[in-house]
Antibody
Framework: EVQLVESGGGLVQPGGSLRLSCAASGFTVSSKYMNWVRQAPGKGLEWVSLINSGGSTYYADSVKGRFTISRDSSKNTLYLQMNSLRTEDTAVYYC?????????????WGQGTMVTVSS | QSALTQPPSASGSPGQSVTISCTGTSSDVGGYNYVSWYQQHPGKAPKLMIYEVTKRPSGVPDRFSGSKSGNTASLTVSGLQAEDEADYYCSSYAGSPTYVFGTGTKVTVL
């Protein structure tokens, strides 16, 4: 079964750091375009970052320079390193893949992990 | 990277149709045929309903259809059912590559 499972969320103070993980099963993370998408409480979805099958990375302006997306093929896991966190980064973070290679679409989603940035 | 504009709410009675618009610019919706639509029930992850403007993934009922004209894309849900009550988000490729989502529409089945 194709599945994504996020972990690593929690409460962190402003200015702090957190690393999110997204473990994949049923496919190889390094062969797919993988994304992070977030949703602030009661708000809409926001695309955060992408790593393509070639390893190139891309970021939304709101997180550029603070967040880093990466993957570990040996663990078949996607990561999001979040530094210099701000209160506005509070959200549920989803990992989402382009499993079927449909351009522009996020076809497989994890259940999400909550990140709360607060003092 | 401004969010695409969707109406906050839409509603219809069971069996009726509802259409949700998604307005962007020539840099996103109007520039690419990579518009997708997502359904999200409360407390759940989004689910892909439409990709590449008009295509439906396997398992999505054919009551769901997509279209695009210029900078505006649309999702139509025909034959509304109770389980269609949810939030719906559009998304578009915006070059570079980056992606932009819509503001979201809450669909209520009366």
């Amino acid at each position: 079964e194709v599945q994504l499972v996020e972990s690593g969320g929690g409460l962190v103070q402003p200015g702090g750091s957190l690393r999110l993980s997204c473990a994949a099963s049923g496919f190889t993370v390094s062969s797919k375009y993988m994304n992070w998408v977030r949703q602030a409480p009661g708000k809409g979805l926001e695309w955060v970052s992408l790593i393509n099958s070639g390893g190139s990375t891309y970021y939304a302006d709101s997180v550029k320079g603070r967040f880093t997306i990466s993957r570990d093929s040996s663990k078949n896991t996607l990561y999001l390193q979040m530094n210099s966190l701000r209160t506005e980064d509070t959200a549920v973070y989803y990992c989402a893949s382009r499993y079927f290679d449909w351009k522009g679409a996020f076809d497989i989603w994890g259940q999400g992990t909550m990140v709360t940035v607060s003092s | 990277q401004s969010a695409l504009t969707q109406p906050p709410s839409a509603s219809g009675s069971p069996g009726q149709s509802v259409t949700i618009s998604c307005t962007g610019t020539s840099s996103d919706v109007g520039g690419y045929n990579y518009v997708s639509w997502y359904q999200q029930h409360p407390g759940k992850a989004p689910k892909l309903m439409i990709y590449e403007v008009t295509k439906r993934p396997s398992g999505v009922p054919d009551r769901f259809s997509g279209s695009k004209s210029g900078n505006t894309a649309s999702l139509t849900v025909s034959g509304l059912q109770a389980e269609d009550e949810a939030d719906y988000y559009c998304s578009s490729y915006a070059g570079s590559p980056t992606y932009v989502f819509g503001t979201g529409t809450k669909v209520t089945v009366l």
